[in-house]
C-alpha cells in the first residue's frame, strides 16, 4: 500500500529527513514515536504534498503509483487521508458543507453519483455517531474555534466519512483529555479494516493500549532507529529514548 524508501527531505537548506524506510500493507497498523523534532510531523507533511519541503532523495509508492507525482487532491481522492497535528479553520464554511462537497468529490472520482440530501444525512448521522460527534459542530465553520478535543473528534469524522485507504494521524502531545483520547482510539479501531490502514504518530503509549498497532517505529534525528511491536511503546513509556538513541547523539 505504501512504501517509503531512503525518504530524504529538507526545508531550505536543513535536511530534516534523512533516508526514511517505511513499508505499510492493507490491514496493517502502524505507530511512529519518537522525540520532539524528531521530523514526525516533516514526515506527515511530505506524504500530504506539503510544498514547504523538498524531498532530495528517495521514492514513496502508495498504491503502486509514485505519490510524488500526484497532486494534493489526487492523493486524497485516491484513498489518502491526513490528520493533522494543527488543522485549518475554514471561516464561513460548515463542517456539513464541507464534508458534503469532499464526499461528493470523492465519489465523483469513482463514478459514482453525488449523494442525495437524505443519503448525506444519513450517512453523516452514521458516521458522527462513531465519534460522538455533537450535531451543533456539524452546522459550526470548519474547525473555527473547536477545543483540541473537538479538533480531534472531527479529524476522526472527517475520517469515517471518506473512508480512506491509508489514514496518517498526527496526534498533538498536548490538550487531548482522556475523552479525545479514547474516541480518537476507539474511532480508528472502528473504522480498521482488512483492506485499509492507518499510521499514528503519538507520544501516547496509553493510545495504543486501545489502538494495539502491529508495528512501533521510533523516529530520530530524521530516520527510523528502530521497529518493534507493542511491547516497545509500554517500554518506552518506563525507560524512555535514551537507551535508544545515545548510539546517535554524536551525529
Ligand atoms: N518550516 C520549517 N523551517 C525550519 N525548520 C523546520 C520547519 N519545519 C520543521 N522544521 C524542523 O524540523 C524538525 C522536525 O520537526 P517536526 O515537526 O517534523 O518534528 P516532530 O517529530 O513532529 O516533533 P513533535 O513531537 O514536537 O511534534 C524540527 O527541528 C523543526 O524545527
Ligand atoms: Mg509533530
Do not use: C
Not at 520532539?36 to 514513496?60: I, Y
Not at 479501531?189 to 507520544?203: F, M, P, Q, S
Amino acid at each position: 500500500m505504501l512504501k517509503v524508501e531512503n525518504l530524504h527531505a529538507s526545508v531550505g537548506d536543513k535536511e530534516i529527513l534523512r533516508g526514511i524506510n517505511l513499508e505499510v500493507k492493507a490491514g496493517e497498523v502502524h505507530a511512529i514515536m519518537g522525540p520532539n523534532g524528531s521530523g514526525k510531523s516533516t514526515l506527515a507533511s511530505v506524504l500530504a504534498g506539503n510544498e514547504k519541503f523538498t524531498v532530495t532523495a528517495g521514492s514513496v509508492e502508495y498504491m503502486g503509483e509514485d505519490l510524488m507525482t500526484l497532486s494534493i487532491e489526487e492523493r486524497s481522492r485516491k484513498g489518502l487521508f491526513l490528520g493533522f497535528q494543527y488543522p485549518v479553520e475554514i471561516p464561513g464554511v460548515t463542517m456539513a458543507n464541507f464534508m458534503k462537497l469532499a464526499v461528493n468529490e470523492h465519489r465523483k472520482a469513482k463514478g459514482l453519483a453525488p449523494l442525495t440530501a437524505a443519503e448525506y444525512l444519513r450517512l453523516m448521522r452514521e458516521k458522527s455517531a462513531i465519534v460522538e460527534l455533537d450535531s451543533k459542530l456539524t452546522a459550526r465553520s470548519v474547525n473555527e474555534g473547536f477545543s483540541g478535543g473537538e479538533k480531534k473528534k472531527n479529524e476522526i469524522f472527517q475520517m469515517a466519512m471518506l473512508d480512506p485507504k491509508l489514514a496518517i494521524l498526527d496526534e498533538t502531545d498536548s490538550g487531548l483529555d482522556i475523552d479525545a483520547l479514547r474516541i480518537v482510539a476507539t474511532g480508528v479501531t472502528r473504522l480498521k479494516r482488512e483492506d485499509n490502514a492507518t499510521v499514528v504518530i503519538t507520544h501516547y503509549q496509553r493510545l495504543l493500549d486501545y489502538i494495539v498497532p502491529d508495528y512501533v517505529h521510533v523516529l530520530y534525528k530524521g530516520r527510523i532507529i528502530y521497529t518493534g511491536d507493542k511491547s516497545l511503546a509500554l517500554k518506552l513509556e518506563k525507560e524512555g529514548y535514551d537507551w535508544l538513541i545515545n548510539d546517535y547523539k554524536e551525529e
